[in-house]
């Protein structure tokens, strides 16, 4: 696998971690969500590697379903008010530690994701304390 940087997030609503230090795929901690589809509802959890798609899912979620989204501390729902500009879902949103958003499309099936900074400075200025590189 390519060299890839693992997001950190945060609930935008409790301001509580996402981050499942004791799931891991790829070797980091996984971004663990409550996702109810369909048929059910249960425990997701993605690798928080940007770029990596690898998910591991107890429910059964069909592939180009859409599912809904929660925080597994305050159960507030993360669908954003912005739809996926790929296939029309909602995009499901979650703050990063160091700033900025990253949004991810709710579609089971469509990669679309995208990372929005508001002040794009002061994030690359964290983005490297966190990460360690030399700028």
Do not use: W
């Not at 230090?21 to 971004?31: C, L, P, R, V």
């Not at 989204?69 to 008010?81: E, K, V, W």
């Not at 500009?85 to 579609?107: E, H």
Request: net charge neutral; proline share 2%.
């Amino acid at each position: 696998m390519k060299h890839h940087v693992s997001l950190l997030v945060k609930c935008p609503h409790c301001g509580k971690s996402l981050m499942d230090e004791e799931h891991k795929i790829h070797d980091k901690a996984t971004i663990k969500l409550n996702i109810e589809c369909e048929a059910s509802r249960g425990v997701i959890y993605l690798c928080s590697l940007y770029g990596c798609y690898d998910k591991e899912c107890a429910v059964g979620i069909k592939d180009q379903e859409i599912g809904k989204f929660y925080c597994p501390h305050c159960n507030q729902s993360l669908t954003r008010d912005i739809n996926c500009k790929l296939c029309d879902a909602p995009m499901v949103g979650m703050n990063i530690k160091v700033g900025g958003k990253v949004n991810i499309c709710s579609r089971c099936g469509c990669e679309n994701h995208y990372v929005v900074f508001e002040d794009l400075t002061e994030a690359i200025n964290k983005f490297y304390h966190e990460y360690g590189f030399s700028g």
